[in-house]
T-cell receptor, first 117, second 116 residues
């Protein structure tokens, strides 16, 4: 069983469309993340949720809206897609053990490559 | 300011050469973790190592070795006798505490190309 699974793996769409990427983890972790990897391979955190609560929200356009229906799922919805949204989006999860005890190790999904035409 | 700096954007070596990938980090935390991830051409992120800030022992795993030097805030990665399969983008990352939660910040990556 895949620990962190994302769907779809590939997504090609037109500018202006709305699309979603789904993520599920079966590790029992409390915290989930979305990272964006741009064309230069730079990986940057977008959001972090802990037990369905938003923890980290980096400078991301409002067109991006994460939704966490339960702690095992963190979906990413993108409205009015733009060319610059083309990237690989990685979902990840981790187990929070409390301050000073966290190892910080993230378990990543395989990535979802979004291409906006 | 960049928290994790990988100054080498791209390195090309010939098989069997040794290669060192540099990583310099910046943090105010006393407890933190450092990581190396490998991203092969297939695109997934492969965890290689985690090192906590209190453990400065160097680590060796097969052809891979890591040198952690707190005094210079560096966590360098050496591949001995490189192979074509080592060709990938390698990321150094720093985990710090963020309001009681951990957050992982990546360097920009070093692309390693090993040719036969």
């Amino acid at each position: 069983d895949t620990a962190v699974s994302q769907t779809p793996k590939y997504l090609v769409t037109q500018m202006g469309n709305d699309k979603s990427i789904k993520c599920e983890q079966n590790l029992g972790h409390d915290t989930m993340y979305w990272y964006k990897q741009d064309s230069k391979k730079f990986l940057k955190i977008m959001f972090s949720y802990n037990n369905k609560e938003l923890i980290i929200n980096e400078t991301v356009p409002n067109r991006f809206s994460p939704k966490s229906p339960d702690k095992a799922h963190l979906n990413l919805h993108i409205n009015s897609l733009e060319l610059g949204d083309s990237a690989v989006y990685f979902c990840a999860s981790s187990q929070e053990l409390g301050r000073q005890a966290n190892t910080g190790e993230l378990f990543f999904g395989e990535g979802s490559r979004l291409t906006v035409l | 300011a960049q928290k994790v700096t990988q100054a080498q954007t791209e390195i090309s070596v010939v098989e069997k050469e040794d290669v060192t990938l540099d990583c310099v980090y910046e943090t105010r935390d006393t407890t933190y973790y450092l990581f190396w991830y490998k991203q092969p051409p297939s695109g997934e992120l492969v965890f290689l190592i985690r090192r906590n800030s209190f453990d400065e022992q160097n680590e060796i795993s097969g052809r891979y070795s890591w040198n952690f030097q707190k005094s210079t805030s560096s966590f360098n990665f050496t591949i001995t006798a490189s192979q074509v399969v080592d060709s990938a983008v390698y990321f150094c990352a720093l985990s710090e505490d963020y309001r009681g939660y951990s957050t992982l910040t990546f360097g920009k990556g070093t692309m390693l190309l090993v040719s036969p």
